[in-house]
């Protein structure tokens, strides 16, 4: 129980200054509208609360509304990189879900995923601002555990 603990408490930690943070850099393809979204971001993100240091990441977002993330806040052996969705909801304004596996122990034990839900709106074509997400640990059969689901304002 105390190992599900931590890995919640951590995993909600790192990903909650994740989607409460500014871009502050970025690459990506130029566009408007529905394509603005489009293409591979190098950011550096910063927690909005100063509850961890700034870190790496890395997502793209395809033309056919996949995306793939990774970053260093994560050890490469506690959490795969995020797989997901993303949609264009107006106004350069983009909506996106994706799943991380988490492991844990001295086997690297599956013990659930990670489910990332949040709002993009992009400011130019290399900067965006994260909206309110929701964080959810789930089980590894696909439950929410209970009292891990996250609000980030």
Request: glycine share 12%; proline share 7%; hydrophobic share 40%.
């Amino acid at each position: 129980m105390k190992s599900k603990f931590a890995m919640a408490s951590t995993a909600l930690v790192i990903v909650v200054a994740l989607l409460a943070a500014t871009v502050n850099q970025s690459q990506a393809a130029k566009g408007v509208g529905s394509k603005g979204l489009e293409g591979s971001w190098d950011i550096r993100l910063t927690s909005a609360s100063n509850s961890i240091p700034p870190f790496d990441e890395f997502i793209t977002f395809t033309s056919g509304g996949g995306m793939v993330e990774t970053n260093n806040a994560f050890p490469p052996a506690a959490a795969s990189p995020g797989h997901g969705t993303w949609e264009f909801a107006g106004d350069q304004t983009y909506r996106f879900t994706f799943y991380k596996l988490l492991f844990l122990g001295p086997q690297g034990q599956f013990t659930g995923r990670l489910r990332v839900r949040g709002t993009i709106v992009v400011n130019g074509p290399n900067s965006w601002t994260g909206l309110p997400a929701t964080v959810d640990l789930l089980d590894p059969a696909g439950n929410v555990i209970p009292n891990t689901t996250d609000f980030v304002s």
